[in-house]
Structure formats: structure tokens, C-alpha cells
């Protein structure tokens, strides 16, 4: 089955500093590619998502870039802002229509 | 705007009791899951089920069961509550089919301590 891989676990920045948080897939298969934000004490939701069919995919202050041949994705925050801090899940979802989630990362952007 | 609820946002419950998690959803949607979220470890998918009274086993059903007899309404059952499965429950639901419907919408999440 598919295998996410996510790094870093935890994230400090500044606030104005980008972030970068890095997947990576196993399943060559895999054709669709969600990041969702869980802020504390509530649900996960969808904030941006990229479909193998494209490289990049931007919103605002967030985009998503996939590299197929590598078989990774990452997701880039600019002008970063204290509600930003979250914790951060990618997942990769192939023929199975399931998706597979990373560990996700913590990120903390201090004032 | 979709909804997905829990039953409970927090429960206590002891070893060998059978407890229910109940999950509702109304947007019509096909597809609901059960997810496990424990630090550092992300989240594990329990159970899923595609239809009315179907279900398949995700990664972790070891100890879990579900039952789904009405669409809206996706059920996780502990037979036997065990402390390692103090755990918060995420509870979601999408659409069926490809291009465009593959958001899942999360309920809130129950936070089940087994003492």
C-alpha cells in the first residue's frame, strides 16, 4: 500500500518567515494530493490540493508544488502569520480511493 | 456547507466495557471513515465504508468494529474497551466519485479515554 513519508515533525519560524513542509509518496500510482490544517482543539480541513496532472498550485500565501518523477510534494507558507500555527497533514491517494496521511507537522510561528 | 458530528466530544469509559462512537453526516455523502489520531503518529484509518451496510478494514481495525445501516449515520464500536485505545476519534465523509469530490469533511473529533 501507499507509504507517506513527512518532514519536519515540528516547525518554528517567525512571523514573516516562509515555511516548508516536504512529503514524500510511495505509490507511483498516487494522483491526487490534499494538505489539510488542524488548528488546536479542532477538525482537520482541506486548505490546498494538487492533482498529478499539475506541478503547481498556488492560494494566497500558500502553494503546493509535486514532483512526480520524485514522487514528492511540499507545501510553502509565506509572510507567515501567528494563525498560522497548526498542525499541517499531507496525504496521497491512488487507485484506492483511500488516502494514506503523513504524521503531520507542528508549526509554530512566534510573534 | 457540509456537517459532520460526534456523538460525544469527550468520553471516559472503563476496561472491557463496549462503547459506541456515533457519527452523522447531511450531505448525502457515500463514503465515511473512521480515523485514529495519536501524537506523532498522524491519522490511522480504523474503517471505511462506501455504501449502506458495506465496510472495509483500513490499516488499524484490530478491535474496532462498525456498523452502517442508515447512509447518513457511520457507527465504530469498541467490543471490548482496552487503555491503548485512549485515543481521539476522527469521524469523515466525502462524495463518491473522481475529479473535483475528494475533500473529506471532518466531524469534531471524540476524545475517548479508557481507564
Known amino acids: 500500500g501507499e507509504n507517506v513519508e513527512q518532514h519536519p515533525s515540528t516547525l518554528s519560524v517567525q512571523e514573516g518567515d516562509s515555511a516548508v513542509i516536504k512529503c514524500t509518496y510511495s505509490?507511483?500510482?498516487?494522483?491526487?494530493f490534499p494538505w489539510y490544517k488542524q488548528e488546536l482543539g479542532k477538525r482537520p480541513q482541506l486548505i490546498i490540493d494538487i492533482r498529478s496532472n499539475v506541478g503547481e498550485k498556488k492560494d494566497q500565501r500558500i502553494a503546493v508544488t509535486l514532483n512526480k518523477t520524485a514522487k514528492h510534494f511540499s507545501l510553502h507558507i509565506t509572510e507567515t502569520q501567528p494563525e498560522d500555527s497548526a498542525v499541517y497533514f499531507c496525504a496521497a491517494r491512488g487507485g484506492s480511493y483511500i488516502p494514506t496521511f503523513g504524521r503531520g507537522t507542528s508549526l509554530i510561528v512566534h510573534p | 456547507d457540509v456537517k459532520v458530528t460526534q456523538s460525544s466530544r469527550y468520553l471516559v469509559k472503563r476496561t472491557g466495557e463496549k462503547v459506541f462512537l456515533e457519527c452523522v453526516q447531511d450531505m448525502d455523502h457515500e463514503n465515511m471513515f473512521w480515523y485514529r489520531q495519536d501524537p506523532g503518529l498522524g491519522l490511522r484509518l480504523i474503517y471505511f465504508?462506501?455504501?449502506?451496510?458495506?465496510?472495509e478494514k483500513g490499516d488499524i481495525p484490530e478491535g474496532y468494529s462498525v456498523s452502517r445501516e442508515k447512509k447518513e449515520r457511520f457507527s465504530l464500536i469498541l467490543e471490548s474497551a482496552s487503555t491503548n485505545q485512549t485515543s481521539m476519534y476522527l469521524c469523515?465523509?466525502?462524495?463518491?466519485?473522481?475529479?473535483?469530490?475528494?475533500?473529506?469533511?471532518f466531524g469534531p473529533g471524540t476524545r475517548l479515554t479508557v481507564l
Open positions: 505509490d507511483s500510482a498516487s494522483n491526487y
Open positions: 465504508s462506501y455504501d449502506v451496510k458495506m465496510k
Open positions: 469523515a465523509s466525502n462524495p463518491s466519485g473522481n475529479y473535483g469530490t475528494d475533500t473529506q469533511y
